[in-house]
């Protein structure tokens, strides 16, 4: 089955240790994109790549890196400079062809606790 | 800039009531798409519409039903007939060509329906 896939589900962190989140899709998308979602909020963008070996700060980039080697994968390292990481992330990729025109669709995400 | 407006913090009905979650969106561009997605209780986005701002044919999909108004800057979505399985929460989206097709989301609508 084609899809989004992300790991851990939960997640824990100690302050001062820097995590990586998983996000892989067999989609053959070009694009991901890495969301936060607070309790009570909508999704902010937080990093994307519209392709491999490239990528951009959304709205909300301190304190995350990301990489992007392979078309299929897409990490998200939270780091200890992240002030408040306590959150649900969100992984998404769209197509670049006209009939889709950039549909992002989501993975079951990560809820990231900081002990 | 763009922005999304959903006044609708949470919602609740009893089942077979008919429910409306509205949304107003804010861009000086001509060109855009309006989204929405719902989150049901397991946290994956589920992608339910896409809608380009040249068209502005309202659309019916079995019980959901989209109404998309240029003039006031509105994508209005009803359920008919809710049901017990529509509980989530409900998020509209934008996105522009200018902005890089980036999603906006709004807060999100939290839909209770009660048997």
């Known amino acids: 089955d084609g899809g989004i896939t992300q790991s851990p589900k939960y997640l824990f962190r100690k302050e001062g240790q820097n995590v990586t989140l998983s996000c892989e899709q067999n989609?053959?998308?070009?694009?991901m994109y890495w969301y936060r979602q607070d309790p009570g909020q909508g999704l902010r963008l937080i990093y994307y790549?519209?392709?491999?070996?490239?990528?951009q700060k959304g709205d909300i980039a301190e304190g995350y890196s990301v990489s992007r080697e392979k078309k299929e994968s897409f990490p998200l390292t939270v780091t200890s400079a992240q002030k408040n990481p306590t959150a649900f992330y969100l992984c998404a990729s769209s197509s670049r062809d006209s009939q889709s025109s950039d549909t992002q669709y989501f993975g079951p995400g990560t809820r990231l606790t900081v002990l | 800039a763009q922005k999304v407006t959903q006044a609708q913090t949470e919602i609740s009905v009893v089942e077979k009531e008919d429910v409306t979650l509205d949304c107003v969106y804010e861009?000086?561009?001509?060109?855009?798409?309006l989204f929405w997605y719902k989150q049901p209780p397991s946290g994956e986005l589920v992608f339910l519409i896409r809608r380009n701002s040249f068209d502005e044919q309202n659309e019916i999909s079995g019980r959901y039903s989209w109404n998309f108004q240029k003039s006031t800057s509105s994508f209005n979505f009803t359920i008919t007939a809710s049901q017990v399985v529509d509980s989530a929460v409900y998020f509209c989206?934008?996105?522009?060509?200018?902005?890089?097709?980036?999603?906006?989301f709004g807060a999100g609508t939290i839909l209770r329906v009660k048997s």
């Open positions: 861009t000086r561009d001509t060109t855009y798409y």
């Open positions: 989206a934008l996105s522009v060509m200018e902005y890089g097709n980036k999603l906006v």
């Open positions: 989609l053959n998308h070009d694009a």
């Open positions: 790549s519209q392709i491999v070996n490239d990528f």
